[in-house]
């Protein structure tokens, strides 16, 4: 079975500054897809990022970065010029197409918190 | 992206008592998942529900408990039978992939037991 570890149950930065998130995951397969997920206090859980195994390139969305290291199984998740906006817990997730019918496996969470 | 609503949004129940939790999608989708977020913790995936057959359920959740139905491809219940304190938790409907594999979530049903 696939696991995901989140190692930091909560992370303060700087408004402005940049933060990393770590994530770690455990598999077998060769293809598949890493997420990051937000979830603020409202509850809805919003997509930040994603990034398909099968692509050496690093996935970017605007200040939202990963480092995805495939043979190290890390997917880490950079934040930069971090907003009071950003304050949420983050989730990283797995998922593998292959079968058709996975849900998504999640880490614990890092609950960020944004220093004004 | 597709858009999902849940029904209700929250509520308090009596231990011995069942909830059932509404989930529309605005689109037709093959697959949709449930999964529980209990008080600080992730989320765990409940089951997986086709429509046109039966829920597939995750090791430690079974079909007693929590029944699901799929009638069609933009809708789905899920049950929460014979609850007890330990139930409370924010229940969330999904649905299935698109091209990017992406699920998308619905706000999430926040269930108090009593």
């Known amino acids: 079975a696939q696991t995901v570890t989140q190692s930091q149950p909560e992370m303060s930065v700087q408004e402005a500054e940049t933060v990393t998130l770590s994530c770690t995951y455990d598999?077998?397969?060769?293809?598949?897809?890493l997420f990051w997920y937000k979830q603020p206090p409202s509850r809805q859980m919003i997509l930040v990022i994603r990034q398909e195994a099968y692509k050496q390139q690093n996935a970017t969305e605007n200040r939202f970065s990963v480092n995805f290291q495939k043979a190290a199984k890390s997917f880490s998740l950079k934040i930069s010029d971090s907003q009071l906006g950003d304050a949420a817990m983050y989730f990283c997730a797995y998922t593998s197409p292959l079968g058709g019918a996975d849900g998504l496996t999640f880490g614990k969470g890092t609950h960020l918190i944004i220093q004004p | 992206s597709a858009v999902i609503s849940q029904k209700p949004s929250r509520d308090i129940c009596q231990r011995g008592t069942s909830l059932t939790i509404q989930c529309q999608v605005d689109s037709q989708v093959t697959m949709m998942f449930w999964y529980r977020q209990q008080p600080g913790q992730s989320l765990t995936l409940i089951a997986t529900?086709?429509?046109?057959?039966?829920?597939?359920?995750e090791s430690g959740f079974v079909i007693d408990k929590f029944p699901i139905s799929r009638p069609n491809l933009t809708f789905s219940t899920l049950t929460v039978s014979n609850m007890s304190p330990e139930d409370s938790s924010i229940y969330l409907c999904?649905?299935?992939?698109?091209?990017?594999?992406?699920?998308?979530f619905g706000p999430g049903t926040r269930l108090t037991v009593l």
């Open positions: 598999t077998s397969e060769s293809d598949y897809y």
């Open positions: 529900a086709n429509q046109g057959s039966e829920a597939t359920y």
């Open positions: 999904s649905t299935g992939r698109d091209r990017y594999n992406e699920q998308f």
